[in-house]
T-cell receptor, first 113, second 116 residues
Protein backbone atom coordinates (compact mmCIF):
# COMPACT_ATOMS: atom_id res chain seq x y z
CA UNK A 1 0.00 0.00 0.00
CA UNK A 2 0.95 3.62 -0.07
CA UNK A 3 3.26 4.82 2.62
CA UNK A 4 5.55 7.51 3.78
CA UNK A 5 9.00 6.17 4.61
CA UNK A 6 12.46 7.24 5.58
CA UNK A 7 15.76 6.09 4.15
CA UNK A 8 17.91 6.24 7.31
CA UNK A 9 16.71 4.98 10.67
CA UNK A 10 19.59 6.58 12.62
CA UNK A 11 21.76 9.58 11.84
CA UNK A 12 24.76 10.44 13.99
CA UNK A 13 26.41 13.84 13.64
CA UNK A 14 28.80 16.06 15.52
CA UNK A 15 27.67 19.25 17.14
CA UNK A 16 27.90 22.09 14.66
CA UNK A 17 27.47 19.89 11.60
CA UNK A 18 24.55 20.24 9.25
CA UNK A 19 22.07 17.37 9.31
CA UNK A 20 19.91 16.12 6.49
CA UNK A 21 17.01 13.77 7.14
CA UNK A 22 15.25 12.26 4.17
CA UNK A 23 11.75 11.02 3.53
CA UNK A 24 10.13 9.31 0.56
CA UNK A 25 6.42 9.38 -0.05
CA UNK A 26 4.33 7.53 -2.55
CA UNK A 27 1.03 9.36 -2.74
CA UNK A 28 1.37 11.92 -5.51
CA UNK A 29 -1.98 13.42 -4.54
CA UNK A 30 -0.74 14.58 -1.13
CA UNK A 31 -0.72 18.34 -0.93
CA UNK A 32 0.87 19.11 2.41
CA UNK A 33 3.85 17.77 4.32
CA UNK A 34 5.05 18.35 7.84
CA UNK A 35 8.16 17.54 9.83
CA UNK A 36 7.82 16.72 13.50
CA UNK A 37 10.38 16.27 16.24
CA UNK A 38 9.66 13.83 19.01
CA UNK A 39 11.72 13.60 22.17
CA UNK A 40 11.59 10.52 24.33
CA UNK A 41 8.29 10.17 26.18
CA UNK A 42 6.78 13.26 24.61
CA UNK A 43 4.34 14.06 21.85
CA UNK A 44 5.45 15.22 18.40
CA UNK A 45 6.46 18.84 18.09
CA UNK A 46 5.81 20.74 14.86
CA UNK A 47 8.99 21.89 13.15
CA UNK A 48 8.15 23.08 9.68
CA UNK A 49 5.68 22.40 6.91
CA UNK A 50 5.49 22.80 3.17
CA UNK A 51 2.70 22.76 0.63
CA UNK A 52 2.95 20.90 -2.62
CA UNK A 53 3.04 24.12 -4.64
CA UNK A 54 6.41 24.96 -3.09
CA UNK A 55 9.80 23.28 -3.35
CA UNK A 56 11.60 24.94 -0.47
CA UNK A 57 10.74 26.56 2.80
CA UNK A 58 13.04 27.93 5.46
CA UNK A 59 12.63 28.37 9.15
CA UNK A 60 15.00 29.08 11.97
CA UNK A 61 17.97 26.75 11.37
CA UNK A 62 15.72 24.38 9.42
CA UNK A 63 14.92 24.05 5.76
CA UNK A 64 12.49 21.67 4.11
CA UNK A 65 12.93 20.69 0.48
CA UNK A 66 10.24 19.03 -1.59
CA UNK A 67 10.92 17.24 -4.85
CA UNK A 68 7.61 16.18 -6.29
CA UNK A 69 9.20 14.60 -9.33
CA UNK A 70 10.79 11.85 -7.26
CA UNK A 71 8.41 12.17 -4.32
CA UNK A 72 11.12 13.10 -1.89
CA UNK A 73 11.15 15.33 1.15
CA UNK A 74 14.11 16.37 3.24
CA UNK A 75 14.74 18.28 6.44
CA UNK A 76 17.98 20.16 6.78
CA UNK A 77 19.12 21.33 10.20
CA UNK A 78 21.94 23.84 10.25
CA UNK A 79 24.55 23.90 13.00
CA UNK A 80 23.06 20.89 14.74
CA UNK A 81 23.01 21.08 18.52
CA UNK A 82 22.77 18.37 21.20
CA UNK A 83 19.25 19.60 21.90
CA UNK A 84 18.30 18.56 18.38
CA UNK A 85 18.75 14.91 19.34
CA UNK A 86 15.35 13.28 18.89
CA UNK A 87 13.33 11.20 16.46
CA UNK A 88 12.16 13.09 13.42
CA UNK A 89 9.04 12.13 11.50
CA UNK A 90 7.76 13.35 8.19
CA UNK A 91 4.02 13.31 7.79
CA UNK A 92 1.86 13.51 4.75
CA UNK A 93 -1.63 14.89 4.72
CA UNK A 94 -4.01 12.86 2.67
CA UNK A 95 -7.61 13.07 1.69
CA UNK A 96 -10.26 15.64 1.87
CA UNK A 97 -12.54 16.43 4.74
CA UNK A 98 -10.80 15.54 7.98
CA UNK A 99 -7.40 15.38 6.31
CA UNK A 100 -5.64 12.82 8.41
CA UNK A 101 -1.86 12.63 8.66
CA UNK A 102 0.17 9.59 7.68
CA UNK A 103 3.49 9.38 9.46
CA UNK A 104 6.75 7.99 8.19
CA UNK A 105 8.80 5.46 10.12
CA UNK A 106 11.04 8.04 11.78
CA UNK A 107 14.76 8.83 11.91
CA UNK A 108 16.69 9.08 15.14
CA UNK A 109 19.14 11.96 15.14
CA UNK A 110 22.03 11.64 17.59
CA UNK A 111 24.16 14.73 18.10
CA UNK A 112 27.50 14.31 19.82
CA UNK A 113 29.08 17.26 21.62
CA UNK B 1 1.48 28.42 19.95
CA UNK B 2 -1.60 26.31 20.50
CA UNK B 3 -1.50 23.94 23.44
CA UNK B 4 -3.03 20.49 23.71
CA UNK B 5 -3.04 18.68 27.02
CA UNK B 6 -3.62 15.06 27.91
CA UNK B 7 -4.59 13.52 31.20
CA UNK B 8 -3.31 11.38 32.72
CA UNK B 9 0.27 11.42 31.51
CA UNK B 10 0.84 7.93 32.80
CA UNK B 11 -1.49 5.18 33.98
CA UNK B 12 -1.01 1.64 35.19
CA UNK B 13 -4.02 -0.61 35.42
CA UNK B 14 -4.95 -4.23 35.90
CA UNK B 15 -6.01 -6.41 33.02
CA UNK B 16 -9.75 -6.25 32.44
CA UNK B 17 -10.26 -2.72 33.69
CA UNK B 18 -11.17 0.33 31.60
CA UNK B 19 -9.08 3.46 31.31
CA UNK B 20 -10.17 6.89 30.14
CA UNK B 21 -7.74 9.36 28.59
CA UNK B 22 -8.65 13.00 28.09
CA UNK B 23 -7.43 15.31 25.36
CA UNK B 24 -8.03 19.05 25.65
CA UNK B 25 -7.27 21.98 23.39
CA UNK B 26 -6.45 24.75 25.83
CA UNK B 27 -6.55 27.91 23.76
CA UNK B 28 -8.43 27.06 20.62
CA UNK B 29 -11.49 25.19 19.53
CA UNK B 30 -11.01 21.91 17.74
CA UNK B 31 -13.87 20.47 15.76
CA UNK B 32 -11.60 17.58 14.84
CA UNK B 33 -9.26 15.63 17.08
CA UNK B 34 -7.21 12.57 16.26
CA UNK B 35 -6.07 9.65 18.39
CA UNK B 36 -2.82 7.85 17.69
CA UNK B 37 -1.06 4.89 19.21
CA UNK B 38 2.69 4.49 19.26
CA UNK B 39 4.56 1.35 20.22
CA UNK B 40 8.23 1.58 21.33
CA UNK B 41 10.60 2.65 18.57
CA UNK B 42 7.78 2.79 16.07
CA UNK B 43 5.88 5.51 14.31
CA UNK B 44 2.51 6.98 15.17
CA UNK B 45 -0.43 4.99 13.91
CA UNK B 46 -3.74 6.76 13.53
CA UNK B 47 -6.51 5.01 15.41
CA UNK B 48 -9.47 7.26 14.82
CA UNK B 49 -10.68 10.70 13.89
CA UNK B 50 -12.94 12.34 16.43
CA UNK B 51 -15.45 14.99 15.43
CA UNK B 52 -17.36 17.16 17.81
CA UNK B 53 -20.97 16.13 18.00
CA UNK B 54 -20.71 13.08 15.78
CA UNK B 55 -19.41 9.53 15.79
CA UNK B 56 -15.72 8.92 15.44
CA UNK B 57 -14.24 7.47 12.28
CA UNK B 58 -12.02 4.49 13.02
CA UNK B 59 -9.09 3.27 10.98
CA UNK B 60 -9.13 -0.22 9.57
CA UNK B 61 -8.28 -2.80 12.19
CA UNK B 62 -9.15 -0.62 15.19
CA UNK B 63 -12.00 -2.01 17.26
CA UNK B 64 -14.54 0.70 17.92
CA UNK B 65 -16.09 -1.20 20.82
CA UNK B 66 -12.74 -1.49 22.52
CA UNK B 67 -11.56 2.05 21.97
CA UNK B 68 -14.48 4.29 22.74
CA UNK B 69 -14.15 7.88 21.62
CA UNK B 70 -16.29 10.77 22.72
CA UNK B 71 -15.95 14.34 21.49
CA UNK B 72 -18.59 16.14 23.46
CA UNK B 73 -17.26 19.66 23.19
CA UNK B 74 -15.00 21.75 20.97
CA UNK B 75 -12.16 21.46 23.46
CA UNK B 76 -12.41 17.92 24.79
CA UNK B 77 -12.16 14.44 23.36
CA UNK B 78 -11.86 11.27 25.41
CA UNK B 79 -10.53 7.84 24.55
CA UNK B 80 -11.64 4.94 26.74
CA UNK B 81 -9.76 1.67 26.48
CA UNK B 82 -12.27 -0.91 27.60
CA UNK B 83 -11.33 -4.23 29.18
CA UNK B 84 -7.67 -3.42 28.77
CA UNK B 85 -5.15 -6.20 28.23
CA UNK B 86 -1.35 -6.18 28.29
CA UNK B 87 -1.21 -5.91 24.51
CA UNK B 88 -3.00 -2.55 24.81
CA UNK B 89 0.01 -1.15 26.65
CA UNK B 90 1.26 1.68 24.49
CA UNK B 91 1.80 5.42 24.20
CA UNK B 92 -1.46 7.11 23.23
CA UNK B 93 -1.23 10.54 21.66
CA UNK B 94 -3.97 12.90 20.62
CA UNK B 95 -3.86 15.86 18.29
CA UNK B 96 -6.29 18.68 17.73
CA UNK B 97 -6.86 20.47 14.49
CA UNK B 98 -7.10 24.24 14.60
CA UNK B 99 -9.24 25.00 11.60
CA UNK B 100 -8.64 28.72 12.08
CA UNK B 101 -4.89 28.17 11.70
CA UNK B 102 -5.01 26.53 8.32
CA UNK B 103 -5.85 23.17 9.78
CA UNK B 104 -2.56 22.75 11.64
CA UNK B 105 -2.56 19.78 13.98
CA UNK B 106 -1.15 20.27 17.45
CA UNK B 107 -0.17 17.24 19.46
CA UNK B 108 -0.63 16.46 23.10
CA UNK B 109 2.20 15.18 25.29
CA UNK B 110 0.94 11.61 25.20
CA UNK B 111 -0.32 9.12 27.77
CA UNK B 112 1.71 6.06 28.69
CA UNK B 113 -0.64 3.15 29.39
CA UNK B 114 0.69 0.04 31.08
CA UNK B 115 -1.67 -2.88 31.57
CA UNK B 116 -0.51 -5.49 34.06
Amino acid sequence: GESVGLHLPTLSVQEGDNSIINCAYSNSASDYFIWYKQESGKGPQFIIDIRSNMDKRQGQRVTVLLNKTVKHLSLQIAATQPGDSAVYFCAERRGTGFQKLVFGTGTRLLVSP
Amino acid sequence: GAVVSQHPSRVICKSGTSVKIECRSLDFQATTMFWYRQFPKQSLMLMATSNEGSKATYEQGVEKDKFLINHASLTLSTLTVTSAHPEDSSFYICSARDHLAGGTQYFGPGTRLTVL
